[in-house]
């Protein structure tokens, strides 16, 4: 029986997203992720989603509601869209959710890239939205 | 000889000529031939089933949406239009940290609210980039942000309409100050130059 690690993985960007996107969510300071027409979509039903689906793969892009996570070599990078509570200063929890990212991704055995974030809404929490 | 895959009639003409033209009396030709009133004859019935259909499903209530789908709808359209006009706030080796410039007016709106005898209206949000901005330079009335980190310097151009009888600038005095301390406060980066334009009085 051979000595040598198993080669595979089974880390994929669908995985990396959803792993992102909670870490995210538990951030203080995160109201939520912001929904994109994509996520729409796949709450509607797979049937909608059949012909824009793009499964996560170990070298590719996924993407789901204000989560993009792309695995290329070996290096895991991410890109969200948050809302932020008002009563939190936005810069800081950005801060925040970069390093709970890298945390996170640093746990699968991937190496963490840019984490990128984009602040899209800053409210009151279960305030209303001003536009 | 030119072969197609329309369906033609032995007439020569095509059901889809016919198609087209459903809606509108029978031509000239149309009248005397044979084969185009049998076309016609049954594709006015499938026009009228097709229009029925239509009409049924406007009206069907299992094909209305549920409540939340508008909700969701909205909600999208929303991010959508924050994901238009970004402002670099960070860049570093780990990621960048952009906010949407609807983010930053929304911002500007809230401290606005806090104001009695304010309406905000447009708010527009300009961008400098840090290197640019020189020392002791800020706005005419030489109130500036309380600089915070070192990030670009933004340039807020909000509009408001006032409450009659209300001392003008007082009042912008006391709202470039509530802004000022908002956007540190929210965002962590200094609000830089605030201008203030009252274009209106509304009543109360």
């Given at each position: 029986m051979s000595e040598a690690p198993l080669q595979g993985s089974i880390i994929t960007s669908q995985l990396i997203a959803s792993l992102a996107a909670r870490t995210t969510?538990?951030?203080?300071?995160?109201?939520r992720l912001e929904p994109t027409v994509q996520g729409f979509l796949a709450r509607l039903g797979p049937a909608a989603l059949r012909h824009l689906r793009n499964p996560g793969s170990q070298n590719g892009t996924y993407r789901h509601d204000?989560?993009?996570?792309t695995i290329?070599?070996?290096?895991?990078?991410?890109?969200?869209?948050?809302?932020?509570?008002?009563?939190?200063?936005?810069l800081d929890v950005a801060e925040t959710v970069q390093r709970r990212v890298r945390e996170s991704i640093s746990h699968t055995g991937l190496t963490p890239g840019a984490i990128d974030i984009t602040i899209l809404a800053i409210e009151h929490h279960r305030g209303p939205t001003i536009m | 000889m030119a072969l197609d895959d329309v369906p033609r009639l032995g007439c020569g003409r095509s059901i889809d000529s016919i198609w087209a033209t459903i809606e509108r009396p029978p031509t000239a030709h149309e009248e005397q031939?044979?084969?185009c009133q049998t076309a016609r004859t049954r594709l006015e019935r499938l026009s009228e089933e097709t229009r029925a259909l239509r009409e049924s499903d406007v009206h069907d209530p299992a094909l209305k949406p549920g409540p939340g789908i508008k909700d969701a709808i909205m909600d999208v359209a929303r991010a959508e239009v924050r994901r238009g006009s970004r402002i670099l706030l960070r860049s570093a080796d780990n990621g960048t940290t952009e906010i949407s410039e609807q983010a930053l007016s929304s911002l500007v709106r809230f401290a606005a609210a806090a104001i009695p005898g304010v309406h905000s209206r447009r708010c527009r949000i300009e961008i400098r980039p840090a290197a640019s901005s020189i020392?002791?330079?800020?706005?005419?009335s030489g109130t500036a942000g309380n600089a915070t980190t070192a990030g670009p310097r933004l340039i807020v151009n909000l509009r408001v309409a006032a409450a009659p009888g209300i001392d003008i600038p007082l009042m912008a005095e006391v709202l470039r100050h509530e802004i000022?301390?908002?956007?540190?406060a929210g965002v962590g980066i200094g609000a830089g130059t605030v201008n203030i334009t009252v274009e209106d009085l509304y009543d109360v």
């Amino acid at each position: 029986m051979s000595e040598a690690p198993l080669q595979g993985s089974i880390i994929t960007s669908q995985l990396i997203a959803s792993l992102a996107a909670r870490t995210t969510l538990e951030t203080p300071g995160v109201l939520r992720l912001e929904p994109t027409v994509q996520g729409f979509l796949a709450r509607l039903g797979p049937a909608a989603l059949r012909h824009l689906r793009n499964p996560g793969s170990q070298n590719g892009t996924y993407r789901h509601d204000g989560v993009t996570a792309t695995i290329s070599n070996g290096t895991a990078r991410v890109h969200l869209d948050i809302a932020t509570d008002i009563a939190f200063t936005a810069l800081d929890v950005a801060e925040t959710v970069q390093r709970r990212v890298r945390e996170s991704i640093s746990h699968t055995g991937l190496t963490p890239g840019a984490i990128d974030i984009t602040i899209l809404a800053i409210e009151h929490h279960r305030g209303p939205t001003i536009m | 000889m030119a072969l197609d895959d329309v369906p033609r009639l032995g007439c020569g003409r095509s059901i889809d000529s016919i198609w087209a033209t459903i809606e509108r009396p029978p031509t000239a030709h149309e009248e005397q031939c044979d084969h185009c009133q049998t076309a016609r004859t049954r594709l006015e019935r499938l026009s009228e089933e097709t229009r029925a259909l239509r009409e049924s499903d406007v009206h069907d209530p299992a094909l209305k949406p549920g409540p939340g789908i508008k909700d969701a709808i909205m909600d999208v359209a929303r991010a959508e239009v924050r994901r238009g006009s970004r402002i670099l706030l960070r860049s570093a080796d780990n990621g960048t940290t952009e906010i949407s410039e609807q983010a930053l007016s929304s911002l500007v709106r809230f401290a606005a609210a806090a104001i009695p005898g304010v309406h905000s209206r447009r708010c527009r949000i300009e961008i400098r980039p840090a290197a640019s901005s020189i020392a002791g330079e800020d706005d005419p009335s030489g109130t500036a942000g309380n600089a915070t980190t070192a990030g670009p310097r933004l340039i807020v151009n909000l509009r408001v309409a006032a409450a009659p009888g209300i001392d003008i600038p007082l009042m912008a005095e006391v709202l470039r100050h509530e802004i000022s301390n908002a956007i540190p406060a929210g965002v962590g980066i200094g609000a830089g130059t605030v201008n203030i334009t009252v274009e209106d009085l509304y009543d109360v």
